[in-house]
């Protein structure tokens, strides 16, 4: 169990913050820049939840919140260089398996695609399709790890995990927006004229 009893430390007042490895990096580092846009997403992930009386996508909503929690202790422990365990949470194919199970269910209840959808419709919709595109933002930002060399032990299960998240969060802002027969469709070429 955890237990803060202060939340400021004073420690991070020159610009560097702790990694679970106890390592010390720059805020700025590609990591921490990472684990912030995990954290951004899981914010959006509570407010649609907050804008839905769906008790079913409550629950669903904060189980993901609780992975993505997991997800950032795993960004936060970089993996051991020989291999060895450890004991931080770590994010694995069968939770991108749990994620594709759950993709597949609510596709088949939603209505064909007939266009690109706008993001937007109902509130928790519009609230989902905001969850997505953070989790677009948050996988690119762990894609610039991997590819950055300034801290490349990241499990690459994480990149996994947010792709089909990010897949998820389409089909149920879709499943919320009337399974998709509210959905906002784009119409290719249509313009509007400023007055």
Not at 99 to 124: K, M, Q, V, Y
Request: with cysteine; aromatic share 4%.
């Amino acid at each position: 169990m955890v237990r803060l009893d202060r939340i400021y430390t004073r420690a991070g007042d020159a610009g560097q913050t702790s990694l679970g490895d106890g390592s010390r990096v720059r805020k700025t580092a590609q990591r921490i820049v990472t684990m912030g846009a995990v954290d951004e997403l899981n914010c959006h992930l509570g407010t649609a939840a907050s804008l839905t009386t769906d008790h079913d996508l409550q629950q669903l909503l904060n189980r993901i919140q609780q992975l993505l929690f997991d997800l950032g202790a795993d960004l936060c422990c970089p993996l051991t260089v020989d291999g060895s365990a450890d004991q931080c949470p770590r994010i694995g194919s069968h939770h991108s398996q749990w994620l594709e199970s759950l993709i597949d269910a609510a596709t088949e209840r939603l209505a064909p695609l007939t266009s690109f959808i706008l993001p937007g419709g109902r509130p928790a919709a519009a609230a989902l399709h905001l969850a997505r595109s953070v989790c677009r933002r948050s996988e690119v930002e762990f894609l610039r790890l991997i590819e950055s060399g300034e801290t490349t032990r990241a499990n690459p299960e994480v990149g996994v995990f947010l792709n089909r998240l990010s897949d998820l969060l389409f089909v149920l802002a879709r499943r919320k927006n009337g399974d998709g027969t509210d959905d906002i469709l784009w119409m290719p070429g249509s313009t509007t004229t400023a007055e």
